[in-house]
């Protein structure tokens, strides 16, 4: 018998239908701060396989097709010149709307139909700027507690953003690993699990509000007090963010959030925070410390997975019952890519469905 098990990287194939269901949801593509560094040019940034140029344009974020429509140059290496975007090859510059508003050699015009770059939606929040490819599922960008939190009770949370960082991996695969329970104990031994201790809970997976939500509690080991560890609750709002608040059996209350960003199928960047509600005039190092060696441990299992990119076809990866949460976040996705078929409001459908 010949096994079916296929190794190669098929990249961008077999998730063309994970890829067209992004399209329908805001993504992180850089934080406030990395698009402020680089001002006044834009920041070019990939986002599912697109090339982007996004700037802060007279208090508007942009984000434009990275490649004028001219001769080709990346908008990206122009600069913001007061509404528009102004292309450092020949001067074309171009509005928020992606259509060009000025030809220096052609002061007189005309500046033709076609001379205009697609332009997407942009919106700033969490301290990142999110993008969206298309409205038409009306998506949401994901909710953040603690920033919540700090919200309705300034100074209540200390917020810490941790470095983003790219891996090799699609955005799904880097999302499952954070809600996988069966490898805590092996990848994590003694950080966040037990070697000796193998075997997860099968938490209840429920859909409340078009989030998927469990509640999963860590073995007995001791940790350091920079550990995320005691009853956890985990929400997914969106198919690639989580968001875990963790109630430490010294009464803090902590958070751990992550979004990752598909910058392909194959490849994501990951943007997060950690909160904690004691420690807050504390050093940030040492809570850093621990999800960088979380990190470390990861890493090069997470991003050695072939292919790359997530394949939902039935078979194609061997389940079993420990791996409950995965089993159900696989089912969620694929659900949400069958009802592509329905068009934006069968997408709607899937989210919205409770169980
Ligand atoms: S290539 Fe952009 S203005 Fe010519
Ligand atoms: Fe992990």
Do not use: K
């Amino acid at each position: 018998m010949t096994l079916a098990l296929h190794v190669e990287d098929t990249t961008g194939t077999r998730s063309r239908g994970l890829a067209d269901l992004f399209e329908l949801f805001w993504h992180p593509v850089c934080t406030v701060d990395e698009l402020a560094a680089v001002a006044p040019r834009p920041l070019a940034v990939r986002l599912l396989g697109r090339d982007l140029a996004i700037a802060r344009t007279d208090g508007d974020l942009v984000a434009l097709a990275d490649r004028c429509v001219h001769r080709s140059a990346r908008l990206s290496v122009g600069w913001v010149d007061g509404a528009a975007v102004r292309c450092a090859y020949h001067g074309w510059a171009f509005g928020g709307d992606g259509r060009c508003t000025e030809i220096p050699s052609m002061p007189d015009g005309p500046i033709p139909e076609r001379a205009c770059v697609p332009s997407y939606e942009a919106a700033e929040r969490h301290g990142l700027v999110w993008v969206r490819f298309d409205d038409s599922a009306d998506t949401s960008i994901p909710a953040h507690p603690a920033h919540e939190r700090v919200a309705a009770s300034p100074g209540s949370m200390r917020i810490v953003v941790g470095e983003p960082y790219t891996w090799p991996v699609g955005a799904p695969r880097r999302v499952e690993n954070f809600v996988d329970l069966a490898h805590f104990a092996w990848v994590h031994d003694g950080t966040l699990g037990r070697r000796d201790d193998p075997v997860p809970p099968l938490p209840t997976i429920a859909r409340v509000d078009g989030e998927l939500r469990f509640a999963y509690d860590p073995p007995d080991m001791d940790v350091e007090d920079t550990a995320l560890f005691g009853h956890s609750e985990y929400r997914m709002p969106v198919p690639l963010t989580v968001s875990i608040e963790f109630w430490l059996s010294n009464g803090a209350y902590r958070h751990l959030w992550m979004t990752a960003s598909p910058v392909d199928m194959a490849t994501c960047r990951t943007f997060w925070t950690v909160s904690r509600d004691d420690d807050l005039d504390g050093d940030d190092a040492p809570h850093m410390a621990f999800q960088a060696q979380v990190l470390a441990e990861d890493e090069p299992v997470v991003c050695n997975q072939v292919p790359r990119e997530m394949v939902l076809e039935p078979g194609f990866e061997l389940s079993v019952r420990t791996d409950r949460v995965s089993i159900e976040y696989r089912r969620w996705l694929s659900q949400l890519v069958a009802a592509l078929a329905d068009g934006p409001q069968g997408v709607r459908r899937v989210l919205n469905s409770c169980r």
